[in-house]
């Protein structure tokens, strides 16, 4: 089988992005998946998206995790996949879709995606953590010297300990900067690793800031271990809407690959 694909990068989060318009790809395939976002075997990425038909939007958006699990929202992938849409002529400056999570609206202008994610509900505050749903499930924690934390060990320990278990959750460790600006590494499900930006996971951090008190900015600048993201919100009586996650999304490189099962 010959693919063709192209690869996507948002602040360090990588991706095999496919144009599946045509639904040729075999999406149960989960050793097809692993293979193609493996880094020593196949492209290597932290996961690939499927760019599938919508009746209703511009297109829809598919996406796994590199060890070949269907996965929830991805907010860099979601951005990556906008800037993929925009480059096939899907639309010229603003467009919708739909992922797992509900229709997203986006725009794209200079290789800056500006994602609309879905509203929270709920900011469940621990005694040392947060835990918030952004269309994916991340735990919240401030730490101190985070340049040095390790974050593979700890984070691990938390994705699968309680009360997560086998469903699992990413997990976020914080550390506030001046000027209302914070730097996260994540740990990702999925990846199982620590991933150089994580976009559910900085918008996860940046409404368990405010819902915290460790700001009072309604938008966000967020340094991760590839670059600079942002997220704006509108707090509610009810939670939070009109949240946004903002930052660049860059065309790496095309090529084709052949597997062979």
Sequence with gaps: MEITFYKYQGTGND???IDNRDLS???????????????????????????????????????????GSESTMCGNGGRCLVAFAHLLGLFEEETTFDAIDGLHYA?????????????????????????????????????ENI???????????????APYFKVGTNVNFVEPLDNNKFRV?????????????????VTAVAIAMYEQKKTTQTTIPLQVEGGELEVSFEPTENGYQNIFLKGP?????????????
């Excluded at 725009?107 to 879905?118: A, C, D």
């Excluded at 499900?189 to 976009?199: F, K, P």
């Design 147 to 161: 340049e040095a934390y390790d974050v593979k060990s700890n984070g691990s320990k938390i994705r699968y300990g």
């Design 15 to 17: 991706f095999v992005v």
């Design 25 to 67: 790809f075999p999406r149960e395939n989960k050793n097809l998946v692993s293979f193609l976002c493996n880094r020593r075997f196949g492209i290597g990425a932290d996961g690939l998206m499927l760019l599938n038909p919508s009746n209703s939007s511009d297109f829809t958006m598919v996406y796994y995790n590199a060890d």
């Design 185 to 201: 590494r994540t740990y990702e499900r999925g990846v199982e690793a620590e991933t150089l930006a994580c976009g559910t996971g």
């Design 107 to 143: 725009s794209y202008k200079n290789g800056i995606t500006n994602l609309q994610m879905i509203d929270v509900d709920d900011v469940e505050v621990y005694k040392d953590h947060c835990f918030l749903n952004t269309g994916s499930p991340h735990h919240v924690q401030l730490i």
């Design 249 to 261: 999304a860059t065309f790496v490189f095309k090529g084709n690959i052949i597997y062979n099962e």
